[in-house]
DNA sequence: CGGACAAGCTGA
DNA sequence: CAGCTTGTCCGG
């Protein structure tokens, strides 16, 4: 036992003794996340020190930031003996609340992790003075002011409180939230103004939270917002203004880590968005960490989805408009049976370069392609003796690289071991090779050529903007674009048939995405017929394609549901996946377990990529017997990467 | 993470 | 045995 007073006080003997003002924080260094005790110095004279603060501390002889995770009146029990806590060198910025830390918290509970990722998605990128928190208060008091301006006739013009979007949003707030299927041209604007209406009706002053997948969505949105006279927060670069209480705090996945003061709902909308998920460990996804933060404020959580994936209608469907109204809301979707024609006319069915040429010259719009392949050649055959160019060394299929300077002659290049040779077959040794598979900067120049127009390419790493009529490219073309007058996937039997068992759903939200570029049957029928979504595929009854089709997904679902129950795949278990150097270590202690008594709640456990490869598959009934086991065998000086719900399979 | 320190290796 | 590398531990 310590007196920590001891090392920063010179009161008198006899007297009574000061408070001693101590802090328990987490140093923002990678591989430490444990809590250290440090003291405020008696001549301190910065703001005062409140939980989620951003502190400056010495940590074994390095100044490091620290978050303040607790006020501690007594340290005597925290410290081990002969340890004295140091002072904190001085204050860094506000960050997070209570609530937050809270948040993050539980966060790092569920998903087994460590806590420093989830208060670092929080902690706004620029420090922020406790000072400027007022010059937000002030900001947002002119805005409630410029809302009792509003008047109702001043509404936007979409918004009636009758309309069944608003009311289908209304009645789910007021059963304390749940899983809405609203169709891709849906107005989610009015599902968003309902729901705040539904929010200020219960508590003037509440703040309705509103997550969003890309961040050119929240400016978007926000935009529409402030021209309805609400207050508004966008995130990430409003961070002081979301905590000072507004109508509205909107953002990306990271906004779920916004102090919001008076929290009143959450909205998730395109709640089946991968991007919601972080890709970098622990994988945390926004829908899940929504629900940790609805439940711990105690406000319902509404998830918004044109294709509710079966995580969240595990047991029941989600409440959705009336199935003609959903149908008018969905794309017109044409399907290009490729089955009956010659596999040398390639990637491209007959008509296609007509209806191409044909939305070009009748709409201003622009037409996308769509192929999710990246390079020129994924996959090069023999003209002549049909064999696959693979790499001697390691036997990989080689792609087509391009050689630097013109009319040199291409070479084939394998993308695992990197080994390069000419464009020889290994075989017969002739020199003609054709494409199994082209990727979309082919698929762009074959096109442009049929068309007869310039042609864009887009890719994932396209970075400029692309002014071209025709823009073909991998998916990261349905996030560049706002609208288009045709969207054609080239070769939509790919996302079908991934061998993943989430293929179909995400082939379905491929289509929705795709379905609001075009917009909706209702709107489109009079003067623009020709917008629409056209799919080459050898699958036309597939049930994807029936459901988008029928602007119904829940036949879909009804089918996966079985499947998924049959197989005990999420959600009806629930998965993670163990690699790095101790994860064999993992499996061992896991599988030490003492079993619990019922058979059925058993966790199993599974070489996954080979036994070599070290990495492990773990499977238990639900999340919580997963989480807890993984609890209870996992400790700090484990090295090890845990993912649940992995995406890789 | 990165500094401190201990253990192990090398050359004179 | 100094001088160096490598490995392990720990931070308040």
């Not at 000061?18 to 005790?37: E, K």
């Not at 806590?115 to 208060?137: E, M």
């Not at 310039?454 to 349905?478: F, N, Y």
């Amino acid at each position: 036992m310590i007196c920590a007073g001891r090392s920063v006080s010179n009161a008198p003997v006899g007297a009574p003794a000061p408070p001693i003002r101590a802090i328990s924080v987490l140093p923002d260094v990678t591989g430490i996340d444990r809590r250290f005790t440090y003291l405020i110095p008696e001549d301190y004279e910065g703001p005062a020190i409140e939980v989620g603060d951003l502190v400056r501390v010495n940590l074994a002889g390095r100044r490091v930031r620290a978050w303040v995770l607790a006020r501690e009146g007594d340290l005597s029990a925290e410290l081990p003996d002969g340890v004295l806590a140091k002072p904190i060198l001085g204050f860094v910025s506000r960050a997070l609340s209570q609530e937050i830390v809270d948040l993050a918290e539980a966060c790092a509970r569920y998903y087994v992790s460590r806590l420093r990722p989830f208060l670092g998605a929080g902690t706004p990128d620029r420090n922020v003075r406790p000072g400027d928190l007022s010059a937000a208060q002030a900001k947002r008091a002119a805005a409630i002011r410029a809302r009792r301006e509003v008047s109702a006739g001043e509404r936007h013009p979409g918004y009636r409180a009758g309309d069944p979007v608003a009311l289908l949003a209304r009645r789910l707030f007021d059963e304390g939230g749940g899983v809405i299927e609203l169709p891709p041209n849906a107005a989610r604007l009015l599902l968003v103004e309902s729901l705040l209406e539904a929010v200020m009706t219960r508590e003037p002053s509440a703040t309705l939270l509103v997550l969003v997948p890309e961040h050119r969505d929240v400016a978007i949105l926000a935009k529409h917002l402030v021209e309805l006279g609400r207050s508004c927060a966008a995130l990430p670069e409003e961070h002081v203004l979301a905590a000072s209480g507004v109508d509205v705090v909107i953002g990306t996945r990271t906004a779920l880590f916004a102090p919001i003061e008076h929290l009143g709902g959450i909205v998730v909308l395109d709640a089946h968005a991968e991007s919601y998920r972080d890709e970098r460990a622990p994988n945390w996804s926004a829908p899940t960490v929504a629900r940790l933060r609805a439940v711990a404020a105690r406000v319902p959580l509404i998830l918004v989805s044109p294709c509710v994936p079966l995580v969240f209608s595990r047991d029941s469907e989600p409440a959705k408009l009336e199935t003609a109204l959903a149908r008018a809301y969905w794309p017109v979707i044409e399907t290009l049976d490729r089955r009956g024609d010659d596999p040398r006319s390639g990637l491209y069915a007959t008509e296609l370069g007509e209806m191409i040429r044909e939305a070009l010259a009748r709409d201003d719009r622009r037409v996308a392609v769509i192929l999710n392949r990246t390079g020129r050649l994924r996959l090069l055959a023999c003209h002549f003796c049909g064999e696959i160019a693979r790499c001697e060394h390691c036997g990989g299929a080689m792609h087509q690289r391009e050689r630097a300077g013109s009319g040199a002659a291409n070479l084939l290049h394998c993308v695992s071991c990197n080994a390069e040779r000419p464009e020889l077959c290994a075989i017969c040794g002739r020199a003609r090779l054709r494409s199994l598979r082209v990727g979309a900067t082919r698929a762009a120049e074959e096109l442009g050529a049929i068309v007869g127009v310039e042609t864009g390419l887009v890719t994932g790493a396209t970075i400029d903007e692309v002014a071209a009529p025709l823009i073909v490219g991998t998916e990261a073309v349905l996030h560049r674009l706002r609208a288009a007058s045709l969207v054609v996937f080239l070769d939509f039997d790919q996302h079908l048939l991934a061998a993943r068992f989430g293929a179909a759903e995400e082939s379905l939200a491929l289509l929705c995405t795709a379905g609001r570029l075009v917009g909706g049957r209702a709107t489109r029928r009079a003067d623009h017929p020709w917008r629409r979504v056209v799919v080459q595929t050898r699958l036309p009854e597939h049930e994807v394609l029936l459901a988008a089709r029928a602007g119904d997904p829940s036949q879909l679902r009804a089918g996966e549901r079985a499947l998924r129950r049959e197989l005990s795949l999420p959600p009806f278990s629930a998965l993670a996946l163990a690699s790095g150097g101790d994860a064999t270590e993992l499996a061992r202690r896991l599988g030490a377990l003492p079993s619990s008594p019922s058979e059925h709640r058993r966790l199993e456990v599974v070489p996954f990529g080979g036994v070599a490869a070290g990495r492990y598959l773990l499977r238990a009934p639900d999340h919580e017997v997963l989480a807890s086991s993984l609890r209870l065998v996992h400790s700090r000086e484990l090295n090890l990467r845990l993912e649940f719900d992995p995406r890789a399979l």
